[in-house]
């Protein structure tokens, strides 16, 4: 199973080198907004976007044959991502531009990249640690982007693409129930409290606020010292959440590795468009929006990849309302949860019981006649049609 895996590493360059590619990512950005507003919106293709405009942007933007390419690519795909969210293609900055074999090169033996500009082709020294020489050691990557950050350095985004072993069939399935409460749940009974994420993220939520409250009114010199602190603290919050979940998906796979297990999660997918819909004070919503969810579902899925396991993803309606034992609906009050069926009376942590389940739902899609394991038994569900209602099956 292939992988794609994009390598950060700063450039070390000089000042003329960095104008040259301010240039050209200046270039690139015009270029893409031109191509955005002068073809036919409805065109989606990069070929066929290419095909229309290539001559034009090329006598108009002095960019390389490739760049040109490149540019349509990220037109193409910028449209079609704003057709899937249903809105419009916002803009393009000129803080990077894409790079493909043609314009780009890596060289091994003293750790530098080739780049062409707008000028003369650069060859440009990589800052590379450890982790990313071990990682580029022996390949060749043929793609990149050339970006500039917030820190007003150079990087460049290397894509390099590592084949790893398909996962191996097997009947055991680890299921993990996603929350606010507790980050993550599984059903071999690990847990991941989410008090202490919540709590940090409402002080980086209070200190934002009493600084933008304080550079509003106050002298021209707290104005400034408030948005040095406010620059200073940007990103802490993102960087401690990517710590945390880098964590706990670390820790599922290994365990699941070491089982020789399916991972099964939640799909969660437009959970928030469903929860803002429902009537919530300013800070529930804000906490709500805030939940780094599918972070940690990608986390998951690229570690499993690395791994050699599986990470699927079940419907999550009512797992958390089932009881695991006899697969009828129960009552669930903040985390605890009781099952309403006289003869099973399962009573426990709620989020345990829902973990349980995804482990269920895992195991009917994971293995061949699975989705017995769903069902109720009917002789005693039709004695009573309220219970019969009342389960799965």
């Known amino acids: 199973m292939e992988q794609t895996l994009t390598l950060v590493v700063k450039l070390d360059i000089k000042p003329e080198q960095a104008s040259q590619l301010e240039e050209t990512g200046q270039a690139f950005a015009n270029a893409c907004a031109w191509i955005n507003e002068n073809v036919n919106h409805r065109l989606t293709n990069r070929n066929s976007i290419q095909a229309v405009c290539y001559n034009d942007v090329k006598e108009q933007f002095g960019l390389k044959a490739n760049h ?104 055991k399935v680890i299921g993990v129930d996603f929350g606010r409460r507790e980050i993550a749940r599984t059903s071999t009974n690990q847990g ?4 202490e994420v919540q709590q940090k993220r409402d002080k980086f939520s209070r200190v934002r606020s009493s600084l933008q409250k304080k550079a509003r009114k106050g002298t021209r010199s707290s104005r400034r010292r408030c948005k040095e602190v406010l620059k200073r603290l940007s990103g802490r919050e993102k960087r401690y959440q990517k710590w945390v979940n880098h964590n706990i998906s670390k820790t599922i796979i290994l365990e699941a590795k070491e089982t020789d297990s399916t991972v099964a999660i939640e799909d969660l997918t437009g959970i928030r468009e469903r929860t803002n819909q429902k009537p919530r004070n300013k800070t529930e919503r804000r906490r ?60 426990g942590d709620a989020d345990l019981n829902g973990a349980l389940m995804i482990q269920k739902w895992g195991c009917s899609i994971n293995q061949p006649g699975g989705s017995e394991i769903l069902s109720c038994r009917i002789s005693r569900a039709t004695e009573n049609p309220n219970r019969a209602r009342s389960g799965l099956g």
């Open 288 to 347: 709500s929006n805030s939940w780094a969810f599918y972070q940690l579902r990608t986390f998951l899925e690229y570690k499993g990849v690395k791994e050699g396991i599986k990470v699927i993803a079940v419907p999550p309606a009512y797992t958390s309302q089932t009881c695991h034992c006899c697969n009828h609906i129960g009552i669930r009050t903040n985390k605890n949860f009781k099952c309403s069926n006289s003869e099973c009376g399962w009573r």
């Open 68 to 171: 040109i390419v490149r540019a349509c690519a990220r037109v193409a795909s910028n449209r079609k991502t704003a057709k899937h969210k249903g809105g419009k293609v916002k803009g393009f900055k000129p803080t990077s531009f894409d790079c493909d074999g043609r314009t780009f090169s890596f060289r091994e033996k003293d750790w530098t990249i080739s780049v062409s500009t707008l000028g003369k082709r650069l060859r440009l020294p990589l800052r590379a640690s450890n982790y990313h020489k071990g990682k580029l050691t022996g390949r060749k990557p043929t793609s990149a982007q050339i970006c500039k950050h917030k820190d007003s350095q150079w990087y460049c985004h290397l894509q390099i693409t590592i084949d790893y072993p398909d996962p191996q069939k097997t009947d």
């Open 192 to 195: 991941w409290d989410g008090k």
